[in-house]
């Protein structure tokens, strides 16, 4: 049996029963990740003794007969930007490179008590600023379905990982689409959830009114599992949410009559792949034939949503960033004064797209640029938020593109950046707006997933479940989401 190609849900209902033990089964996960990791790179560090250790703690509670989460025992990685007690801690730069945590994000907190076993944390583009893993200090990931294409970004070897079997599941961050866009390149489910119901505790920043911690997974049924554990209340997080958190299994039923699903039409036009768009209307398709109502509507301030969410997201980063200077941890270089110190650190610490980013965020809030680039950004981001609002008027949920086109080439869009950058044009107005979104892989076009995204009101992350299930489930009968 390839425990490395079965899902969560069924590993845990092998463990309960006995049939294979947790020690096994992430010995398992690390023979795979012996067998693959160098093709793919998913990871920055693998955690073997970390593991193992977790999962006998697993296996010996079992034993005794203690009453045990669904996820415990079951191999998980993360994204190198979350914080882990212990294990060297990254983003994937010089600037942190040899950084080991003090303490536990939230979130790991929880998987902890969970009882997952952290096989890894993965790859991912520095800081979270790019949209292939290929801006990775170490090294660039492999998409697992084609070895000369990119997995997206930037929590590409999160999505990798999954994919290709390392990791049952990952967590990762989301600050433009940096779940959902990989997850559409690498065939697999990504989720974003409403900003502020899962801790950002622990999640060293990029830009912090954008990032969301969220799951990758195989399936929607994984996903809530995984939900079920992260979503919840946190104090030391001042933008967690006092919002009660569901039972997200109860959403997983096969039954989407009555559903309202909005096209909106700025997100089919220019831009988008002529084969990518065929599939998305097939899967609209399939939905009404379960009987959903789809229809189209108008976002009209779509266009404005990418730079607005460049200059907002380079602000924050700028100004998060800022910290880096060799004073207080992290990587520290030498100088004959303080500012020579501060140049050399931040200049040897940062790789170019962060040093790009910071230049635009910091001249966006400079005295006389503020008002013309940054609250101007501010005013587009409401407007984005109303386009959402007045769609949900109508609309139970939102479906669009996740990508513009399926993963490309490693190395094309080196000499055109800008292009790199609109492949979030689909996934970055949910950011803007803290909606809920997910992407769901729904076939393939020339051998490459595609992926389609539903986006939802605040905190409704249990319609984008019913609807992601119900379609998951039709397109899994007629074979046509799975390689």
């Known amino acids: 049996m390839d425990l490395h190609t079965i899902s969560v849900r069924r590993l845990g209902e092998l463990l309960a029963r006995k049939e294979v033990g947790s020690e096994e089964l992430t010995r398992s996960y690390l023979e795979r990740i012996s067998q693959v990791e160098d093709k793919t790179k998913a990871f920055i560090t693998v955690t073997e003794e970390e593991a193992l250790a977790q999962a006998r703690a697993v296996d010996e509670q079992r034993v005794r007969g203690e009453e045990l989460s669904p996820l415990a025992g079951i191999p998980m990685a993360i994204a190198d930007n979350i914080c882990t007690e212990g294990v060297r801690t990254t983003c994937a730069s010089k600037m942190l490179e040899n950084f080991i945590p003090p303490y536990d994000a939230a979130v790991v907190e929880r998987m902890k008590k969970a009882g997952s076993a952290l096989v890894g944390k993965c790859n991912m583009d520095e800081f979270g600023m790019g949209i292939s893993t290929e801006n990775s200090c170490f090294f660039s990931t492999t998409n697992p379905l084609d070895p000369e294409a990119v997995p997206g970004g930037s929590n590409g070897g999160a999505a990798a990982a999954v994919a290709a079997g390392e990791a049952a599941f990952a967590l990762g961050s989301d600050t433009e689409g940096s779940l959902r866009q990989p997850a559409a390149s690498c065939g ?23 990032d969301q911690i969220g799951p990758l997974t195989r399936d929607v049924t994984d ?18 949410a006092a919002v009660d958190v569901p039972d997200f299994k109860k959403y997983l039923v096969n039954d989407v009559k009555g559903l309202k699903i909005g096209l909106p039409v700025e997100y089919f036009g220019a831009g988008l792949a002529p084969l990518v768009a065929d599939k998305l209307r097939e899967a609209a398709r399939k939905l009404e034939e379960m009987g959903a109502l789809c229809e189209e509507v108008s976002m009209p301030h ?10 907002i997201s380079s602000a924050e980063a700028s100004s998060n960033l800022a910290r880096y200077d060799g004073v ?8 004959e004064d303080v500012l020579g110190m501060f140049k050399r650190t931040r200049g040897r610490g940062f ?21 013309e680039y940054y609250v101007k950004a501010l005013k587009v981001r409401t407007l984005i938020k109303q386009d959402f609002a007045r769609a949900f008027e109508r609309f139970d949920c939102l479906l669009t593109p996740a990508s513009p086109a399926t993963a490309y080439k490693k190395g094309e869009l080196k000499d055109d950046p800008l292009a790199g950058y609109q492949s979030h044009i689909f996934t970055a107005p949910a950011n803007l707006a803290g909606l809920p979104a997910m992407s769901l ?31 998951e489930q039709s397109l899994e009968q007629t074979g046509r989401n799975r390689a």
């Open 188 to 210: 697999v489910v990504g989720f974003k959830p409403t900003y502020g119901r899962v801790s950002r505790y622990g999640l060293i920043s990029c830009a912090s009114s954008l």
């Open 223 to 240: 996903l809530a599992l995984v939900l079920n554990t992260i979503c919840g209340r946190d104090e030391r997080d001042s933008t967690s």
């Open 302 to 311: 779509t266009d404005y949503a990418l730079p607005a969410h460049y200059i």
């Open 328 to 335: 207080r941890y992290g990587l520290r270089e030498d100088a």
């Open 351 to 371: 790789g170019a797209e962060v040093k790009k980013r910071i230049m635009i965020g910091t001249y966006a809030l400079s005295t006389g640029n503020y008002n």
């Open 441 to 471: 892989p729904i076939g393939l076009v020339d051998g490459l997933p595609v992926g389609l995204q539903l986006i939802a009101r605040h905190f409704d992350e249990g319609t984008l479940l019913r609807a992601g299930y119900a379609l």
